[in-house]
């Protein structure tokens, strides 16, 4: 075993370990001796991954995918970071490529279900995900992730079954048991919480992020931003002061927003998001926080604080409104979209549907807002999206202090 090959095996156990930095120093030590070592190309490219670096990761899987063709476990960790990368179109074949080589690779299966179901292709994700619980019928992930497939078909019994499963492998994993009881409430076989788990929407928004923009302007027809930015306008907001996109994703929403703002900070819990967000030069800064971390830190901070398709995923929102009262300046405003509740559902202020966001009362909001100290100065009804061929309702509502 020469140098280079020391350095990665050495790393590759610093790596199993969890001493990340430690790896990635070695494996970066190997490839300055051999830079075309495909095992610490491979090992590197996954670590980069693991640690949010997801293009620098992407490229280095590439060229160890390129220098071994025949090597199965090295194109599945490409094909993996294609699908993250939100290149489905290239991650699925080569997935199924990689098993029709080696059938047994539970983890790819897993991978294949999870891409097809992000490509719209749920039905096609069953078999897949179902292979992936035989094959580690111990693995809370997949199972969690079948409960999803079901759920996104309308399976709701199977779905329920799937995702007490995944409940019960995942005890010593607790942002995976949170997950997993999310979806439980959503599907009505346990009470909902008070809002979406944040490790929950960090995931889903970081695998969401590379097609976020695409998706959402294209099939699901999102305007939101642009609507919530006029009806901003519309009240009065003070133009050229401090404005807060509060769960600012990709930066959708600052696009609209930064025609009315001398200084621009978005705030999101999902770091690719962000990555997305900071491309757009619009920013003048960016902060990973839940919201309601983020905004008792800033009283009396910004002049306007937006938050389009982002109170959706909490249910009880008086800490919200209370949070967003006390960060605004005298003369400010709040501008914020809700799902609507259904046609019916006037038995409780929220309801967390089974698209695993939070559909609230108008009435309900409006009455929070005033007992945050807000005035009510816009209530507007508007199609937030189409979600699976059908509109969206929503409302648009802008607070005055």
């Known amino acids: 075993m020469d140098k280079a090959d020391e350095l990665v095996a050495l790393g590759a156990a610093r790596h199993r ?19 075309q070592h495909p095992d610490a190309l491979n ?14 990761g992407l490229a280095l899987s590439a060229r160890a995918a390129a220098l071994l063709p025949a090597a199965w476990a090295v194109q599945a960790n490409y094909a993996a970071a294609l699908a993250e ?5 290239q991650a699925i074949p080569l997935m199924q490529r990689v098993l029709a080589a080696n059938p047994e690779d539970a983890m790819t299966w897993r991978n294949l279900g999870q891409a097809l179901v992000a490509a719209g292709r749920p039905d096609a994700a069953i078999a897949p995900l179902e292979t992936a619980t035989r094959l580690a019928p111990e693995a809370p992930e997949a199972w969690l ?6 759920a996104e078909l309308g399976r709701g019994e199977a779905a329920r079954e799937a995702a007490m499963r995944a409940l019960g492998l995942s005890r010593r994993q607790p942002a995976l048991a949170e997950q997993a009881s999310f979806l439980l409430a959503a599907l009505g076989a346990a009470p909902p919480p008070e809002r979406a788990p ?4 960090r995931a889903l928004f970081d695998r969401f992020a590379p097609r976020f923009d695409a998706d959402l302007q294209g099939a699901l027809g999102y305007r939101t931003p642009a609507l919530l930015a006029e009806a901003l306008q519309a009240s009065g907001a003070p133009a050229g002061g401090a404005v807060c996109d509060l769960g600012c994703g990709t930066g959708l929403s600052g696009v609209a927003l930064r025609p009315m703002a001398g200084r621009l900070e978005g705030v999101d819990l999902s770091p690719r998001m962000l990555e997305q967000a900071r491309a757009r030069g619009i920013y003048d800064a960016l902060h990973e926080a839940d919201l309601l971390a983020f905004l008792p830190r800033r009283r009396a901070a910004f002049d306007v604080i937006a938050a389009a398709d982002v109170l959706n995923y909490l249910g009880e929102l008086a800490p919200a409104l209370a949070a967003m009262r006390r960060a605004l300046r005298p003369g400010g405003r709040a ?3 809700i799902e609507a509740a259904l046609p019916g559902e006037t038995d409780r202020p929220f309801r967390l549907g089974e698209g695993l966001r939070y559909r609230h009362q108008p009435r309900y909001v409006a009455e929070l807002a005033k007992g945050a100290g807000f005035t009510v100065l816009a209530e507007q009804p508007c199609i937030l999206r189409q979600e699976k061929g059908s509109p969206v309702a929503g409302v648009l509502f802008v607070l005055g202090t």
């Open 85 to 89: 990368a939100g290149r489905l179109d």
């Open 198 to 201: 944040p490790a929950y929407l």
């Open 43 to 56: 090992l590197l490219g996954l670590l980069l991954r693991q640690t949010g670096r997801l293009e620098e």
């Open 335 to 337: 501008g914020f979209s």
């Open 145 to 150: 992730m079948l409960a999803h497939a079901r």
């Open 17 to 35: 370990e969890g001493r990340l930095a430690e790896a990635e120093s070695l494996y970066r030590r190997c490839l300055r001796l051999r830079p």
